[in-house]
Protein backbone atom coordinates (compact mmCIF):
# COMPACT_ATOMS: atom_id res chain seq x y z
CA UNK A 1 0.00 0.00 0.00
CA UNK A 2 1.33 3.20 -0.96
CA UNK A 3 1.96 5.77 2.37
CA UNK A 4 -0.29 9.03 3.71
CA UNK A 5 1.16 11.87 5.09
CA UNK A 6 -1.64 13.49 7.15
CA UNK A 7 -0.99 16.37 10.07
CA UNK A 8 -1.00 15.23 13.32
CA UNK A 9 -4.03 17.22 14.26
CA UNK A 10 -6.20 19.78 13.55
CA UNK A 11 -8.59 22.27 14.98
CA UNK A 12 -12.11 23.46 13.68
CA UNK A 13 -15.48 25.41 14.98
CA UNK A 14 -18.19 24.07 15.57
CA UNK A 15 -20.37 24.88 12.58
CA UNK A 16 -17.52 25.42 10.33
CA UNK A 17 -16.00 23.60 7.45
CA UNK A 18 -13.16 21.25 8.39
CA UNK A 19 -11.19 20.37 5.94
CA UNK A 20 -8.48 17.88 5.93
CA UNK A 21 -5.42 17.36 3.81
CA UNK A 22 -3.84 13.61 2.72
CA UNK A 23 -0.72 13.45 0.89
CA UNK A 24 0.13 10.46 -0.95
CA UNK A 25 2.31 11.12 -3.63
CA UNK A 26 3.35 7.58 -4.21
CA UNK A 27 -0.54 6.40 -4.98
CA UNK A 28 -0.45 3.39 -8.25
CA UNK A 29 -3.40 4.04 -10.64
CA UNK A 30 -5.20 1.29 -9.42
CA UNK A 31 -5.07 2.17 -5.70
CA UNK A 32 -8.12 4.12 -3.69
CA UNK A 33 -8.30 6.99 -1.72
CA UNK A 34 -10.17 5.52 1.69
CA UNK A 35 -11.23 7.76 4.82
CA UNK A 36 -11.91 6.57 8.43
CA UNK A 37 -12.26 8.04 11.56
CA UNK A 38 -12.40 6.59 15.13
CA UNK A 39 -14.31 8.43 17.50
CA UNK A 40 -12.38 7.05 21.01
CA UNK A 41 -13.42 3.93 21.87
CA UNK A 42 -15.73 2.47 19.11
CA UNK A 43 -14.41 0.77 16.12
CA UNK A 44 -12.90 2.69 12.76
CA UNK A 45 -16.47 3.98 10.49
CA UNK A 46 -15.69 4.02 7.47
CA UNK A 47 -16.58 7.68 5.67
CA UNK A 48 -15.82 7.93 1.99
CA UNK A 49 -13.75 6.55 -0.66
CA UNK A 50 -12.50 7.67 -4.75
CA UNK A 51 -10.46 6.74 -7.52
CA UNK A 52 -9.72 10.22 -9.26
CA UNK A 53 -13.66 11.69 -9.12
CA UNK A 54 -14.34 14.11 -6.53
CA UNK A 55 -16.78 12.31 -4.74
CA UNK A 56 -19.38 13.35 -2.18
CA UNK A 57 -22.25 11.13 0.12
CA UNK A 58 -24.20 12.44 3.20
CA UNK A 59 -21.30 12.56 5.84
CA UNK A 60 -18.43 14.23 3.66
CA UNK A 61 -16.92 15.43 0.24
CA UNK A 62 -13.60 14.23 -0.77
CA UNK A 63 -11.53 16.06 -3.22
CA UNK A 64 -9.17 14.36 -5.21
CA UNK A 65 -6.32 16.25 -7.31
CA UNK A 66 -5.99 15.77 -11.14
CA UNK A 67 -2.47 13.87 -10.34
CA UNK A 68 -4.13 12.42 -7.66
CA UNK A 69 -0.87 12.98 -5.71
CA UNK A 70 -3.07 14.35 -2.60
CA UNK A 71 -6.84 14.66 -1.26
CA UNK A 72 -8.38 16.49 0.97
CA UNK A 73 -11.67 15.34 3.26
CA UNK A 74 -14.36 18.19 3.61
CA UNK A 75 -16.75 17.63 6.46
CA UNK A 76 -18.92 21.03 5.56
CA UNK A 77 -21.16 21.56 8.60
CA UNK A 78 -18.44 20.32 11.93
CA UNK A 79 -20.40 19.47 15.17
CA UNK A 80 -18.56 18.04 18.66
CA UNK A 81 -19.70 14.39 17.38
CA UNK A 82 -17.52 14.78 14.02
CA UNK A 83 -14.33 15.27 17.04
CA UNK A 84 -12.16 11.67 15.70
CA UNK A 85 -9.08 10.38 14.48
CA UNK A 86 -9.23 10.66 10.59
CA UNK A 87 -6.92 8.02 8.61
CA UNK A 88 -6.75 8.38 4.90
CA UNK A 89 -5.66 5.30 3.42
CA UNK A 90 -4.63 4.26 0.02
CA UNK A 91 -5.87 0.75 -0.73
CA UNK A 92 -6.22 -1.59 -4.54
CA UNK A 93 -9.51 -2.85 -4.66
CA UNK A 94 -9.10 -6.61 -4.65
CA UNK A 95 -6.14 -9.21 -4.13
CA UNK A 96 -3.86 -9.85 -1.76
CA UNK A 97 -3.28 -5.95 -1.57
CA UNK A 98 -7.14 -5.37 -0.61
CA UNK A 99 -6.53 -4.64 3.06
CA UNK A 100 -5.99 -1.38 4.85
CA UNK A 101 -3.24 0.12 6.39
CA UNK A 102 -4.07 2.40 9.22
CA UNK A 103 -1.34 5.23 9.50
CA UNK A 104 -1.52 7.63 12.44
CA UNK A 105 -4.17 10.18 10.78
CA UNK A 106 -5.34 13.43 12.53
CA UNK A 107 -7.09 14.38 15.28
CA UNK A 108 -9.63 16.41 14.65
CA UNK A 109 -10.87 18.65 17.92
CA UNK A 110 -14.11 20.61 17.37
CA UNK A 111 -14.73 23.12 19.51
CA UNK A 112 -17.54 25.67 20.30
CA UNK B 1 -28.43 -4.66 8.82
CA UNK B 2 -27.03 -5.57 12.31
CA UNK B 3 -23.33 -4.94 11.56
CA UNK B 4 -20.11 -6.94 12.37
CA UNK B 5 -20.96 -8.93 15.48
CA UNK B 6 -18.29 -9.24 18.38
CA UNK B 7 -17.86 -11.10 21.04
CA UNK B 8 -17.20 -10.72 24.38
CA UNK B 9 -17.42 -7.06 24.57
CA UNK B 10 -14.84 -6.75 28.00
CA UNK B 11 -12.65 -9.71 29.10
CA UNK B 12 -10.34 -10.04 31.86
CA UNK B 13 -8.40 -12.52 31.96
CA UNK B 14 -5.06 -13.90 33.80
CA UNK B 15 -1.85 -14.44 31.93
CA UNK B 16 -1.75 -18.28 31.19
CA UNK B 17 -5.13 -18.59 30.51
CA UNK B 18 -6.71 -19.40 26.89
CA UNK B 19 -8.63 -15.96 25.20
CA UNK B 20 -11.06 -16.97 22.13
CA UNK B 21 -12.86 -13.49 20.50
CA UNK B 22 -15.43 -14.16 18.33
CA UNK B 23 -16.62 -12.52 15.24
CA UNK B 24 -19.86 -12.35 12.97
CA UNK B 25 -19.31 -11.05 9.86
CA UNK B 26 -22.05 -8.93 8.18
CA UNK B 27 -24.10 -11.33 5.78
CA UNK B 28 -22.83 -11.84 2.38
CA UNK B 29 -19.27 -10.66 2.81
CA UNK B 30 -15.93 -12.64 1.47
CA UNK B 31 -13.48 -10.70 3.45
CA UNK B 32 -12.95 -10.88 6.93
CA UNK B 33 -9.84 -8.99 8.97
CA UNK B 34 -8.47 -9.31 12.51
CA UNK B 35 -7.05 -5.86 13.79
CA UNK B 36 -5.23 -5.18 17.03
CA UNK B 37 -5.17 -1.80 18.53
CA UNK B 38 -2.47 -0.22 21.35
CA UNK B 39 -1.42 2.91 22.23
CA UNK B 40 2.09 2.15 21.46
CA UNK B 41 1.23 0.35 17.94
CA UNK B 42 -2.00 1.68 16.61
CA UNK B 43 -4.17 -0.37 14.64
CA UNK B 44 -2.27 -3.44 13.07
CA UNK B 45 -3.88 -5.96 10.67
CA UNK B 46 -2.98 -9.69 12.25
CA UNK B 47 -5.04 -11.50 9.60
CA UNK B 48 -7.10 -11.27 6.78
CA UNK B 49 -9.46 -14.29 5.51
CA UNK B 50 -11.03 -14.44 1.43
CA UNK B 51 -14.19 -16.67 1.59
CA UNK B 52 -12.95 -18.23 4.60
CA UNK B 53 -9.89 -18.81 3.21
CA UNK B 54 -6.19 -17.29 5.22
CA UNK B 55 -4.76 -14.88 2.81
CA UNK B 56 -2.76 -12.68 4.99
CA UNK B 57 -1.28 -13.76 8.40
CA UNK B 58 1.79 -11.90 8.28
CA UNK B 59 0.81 -9.51 10.61
CA UNK B 60 0.05 -12.57 13.74
CA UNK B 61 2.58 -11.68 16.55
CA UNK B 62 3.22 -15.45 17.65
CA UNK B 63 2.62 -19.12 17.25
CA UNK B 64 0.40 -17.95 20.77
CA UNK B 65 -2.02 -16.58 18.11
CA UNK B 66 -4.59 -18.83 15.92
CA UNK B 67 -7.83 -17.52 13.61
CA UNK B 68 -9.99 -19.29 11.93
CA UNK B 69 -13.00 -19.51 9.67
CA UNK B 70 -15.24 -22.57 9.60
CA UNK B 71 -17.95 -20.88 7.54
CA UNK B 72 -18.72 -17.60 6.09
CA UNK B 73 -20.57 -16.53 9.20
CA UNK B 74 -18.39 -16.81 11.99
CA UNK B 75 -14.73 -16.70 12.75
CA UNK B 76 -12.49 -17.02 15.76
CA UNK B 77 -9.27 -15.35 17.44
CA UNK B 78 -7.83 -17.55 20.08
CA UNK B 79 -4.44 -16.68 22.16
CA UNK B 80 -2.97 -19.75 23.72
CA UNK B 81 -1.54 -18.83 26.26
CA UNK B 82 -2.35 -15.24 26.94
CA UNK B 83 0.04 -12.89 28.32
CA UNK B 84 -0.32 -9.16 29.92
CA UNK B 85 1.29 -7.40 26.44
CA UNK B 86 -1.92 -9.15 24.70
CA UNK B 87 -4.19 -6.53 26.30
CA UNK B 88 -5.22 -4.78 23.70
CA UNK B 89 -9.09 -3.72 21.59
CA UNK B 90 -9.54 -6.82 18.83
CA UNK B 91 -11.42 -5.45 15.71
CA UNK B 92 -13.22 -7.93 13.30
CA UNK B 93 -13.84 -6.10 10.02
CA UNK B 94 -16.05 -7.53 6.85
CA UNK B 95 -16.03 -6.17 3.54
CA UNK B 96 -17.28 -7.40 -0.05
CA UNK B 97 -14.36 -6.16 -2.06
CA UNK B 98 -14.66 -2.06 -0.94
CA UNK B 99 -15.04 -0.15 1.91
CA UNK B 100 -14.72 -2.33 5.08
CA UNK B 101 -17.07 -2.07 8.17
CA UNK B 102 -15.64 -2.61 11.50
CA UNK B 103 -17.15 -4.37 14.81
CA UNK B 104 -17.26 -2.48 18.21
CA UNK B 105 -14.17 -4.42 19.68
CA UNK B 106 -13.45 -6.70 22.41
CA UNK B 107 -11.35 -4.98 24.86
CA UNK B 108 -8.98 -7.95 26.23
CA UNK B 109 -7.22 -7.25 29.60
CA UNK B 110 -4.37 -9.95 30.43
CA UNK B 111 -3.30 -9.68 34.18
Known amino acids: DAKTTQPPSMDCAEGRAANLPCNHS???????VYWYRQIHSQGPQYIIH???NNETNEMASLIITEDRKSSTLILPHATLRDTAVYYC?????????????FGTGTRLQVTL | DAGVIQSPRHEVTEMGQEVTLRCKPI?????LFWYRQTMMRGLELLIY????????DSGMPEDRFSAKMPNASFSTLKIQPSEPRDSAVYFC?????????FGEGSWLTVV
Open chain 2, 49 to 56: FNNNVPID
Open chain 2, 93 to 101: ASSLGGAIY
Open chain 1, 89 to 101: IVRASTGTASKLT
Open chain 1, 50 to 52: GLK
Open chain 2, 27 to 31: SGHDY
Open chain 1, 26 to 32: TISGNEY
